[in-house]
């Protein structure tokens, strides 16, 4: 999870942090791949929840604010009000997730 804040996560990555989070459980309890355990029971056994998509976004929520209350380049990039660079031209297919598009649908939970 190093350096999680900056991560761009999409559905996907969603599905597989979870899953890896998991496997790990599964390790930690010594349950084999063909041990057909569900997940809820491995979470009970292990006296834990799910964390790490939590953790993702709480610390997410501490760059962003952090980056937004200084006035430095980072929050003038975040905020996209540097034109020069924010605007490329000539690339194809849709644009890039920002840290802050990201940040807002989390937010709206969709």
């Known amino acids: 999870m190093y350096s999680a804040e900056t991560w761009t996560i999409r559905t996907v990555d969603?599905?597989?942090?979870?899953?890896?989070?998991?496997?790990?459980?599964?390790r930690i309890e010594k349950i084999g791949w063909t041990g057909r355990v569900r997940n809820k029971e491995v979470?009970?056994?292990?006296?834990?929840?799910?964390?790490?998509?939590?953790?993702i976004n709480r610390r997410k929520a501490n760059y962003?604010?952090?980056i937004l209350r200084k006035?430095?380049?980072k929050r003038h990039a975040t905020?996209?009000?540097?034109?020069?660079m924010s605007e490329v031209t000539g690339r194809r297919g849709r644009r890039r997730?920002?840290?802050?598009?990201?940040?807002?649908?989390?937010?709206t939970g969709n």
């Open 14 to 26: 969603q599905k597989h942090l979870g899953s890896f989070e998991m496997w790990r459980l599964r």
């Open 43 to 55: 979470l009970q056994r292990v006296k834990k929840a799910r964390n790490v998509l939590h953790t």
């Open 64 to 66: 962003i604010g952090h």
């Open 71 to 73: 006035n430095c380049f």
């Open 79 to 84: 905020e996209g009000k540097i034109k020069e």
């Open 97 to 107: 997730k920002q840290l802050l598009d990201n940040f807002k649908r989390q937010d």
